[in-house]
């Protein structure tokens, strides 16, 4: 395809994919309808490829997901919500209870959008790495490892107040001494005077 042509395709074609390695069944709208249209900019010429379809025509237009597709304020209100960590059912009760048009909402569609957004939070980066940047933005005392291929292999942390806590009651730790007398074959602690 040229960037002179504009190729215009049926939403059920295509195959659906079948080598995926998920345990989860997954359903698929695709069933290789060989409907085609091309368009050629030069002339804006119409080319009917092939005008069968292989499928039924959709009796209801709610059926098909682009008309189900979120808008940008039902976007932002999904993002607003989830950081109020609701469950994806409830964010579904208010997002009808607001909803002006019949569109259906299915619950699957708000894990994905929420799914969507956790990974537009991370701009990028791994999990762990945005993990590790929190930490350091809110003053955690950190020390991780990493190998030769950048991968954590180790990684400590501890809230601030825990290291003030821990200086402050470092005596009484001292206290404690690990003895292990002739004869035994366990230590045992014994607390000093």
Known sequence: ?????????????????????????VNSRKVDCPFRLYAKKTTWTLKVKNPEHSHDSTENIKAHPAFRKFNEQETSKIAQISESLLLPRQIKAQLCSQRESERPVILQEIYNQGKKIKKDKLQGRRPIDSVIETLKEENFALSSARNSEGQITSLFFTHPLAINSFVAFLISFLCIVLIKPIGTRFPFLKLLD
């Open 1 to 25: 395809m040229t960037h002179n042509q504009i190729k215009i395709g049926c939403n059920r074609s295509g195959t659906p994919n079948t080598n995926k390695t998920s345990s989860k069944a």
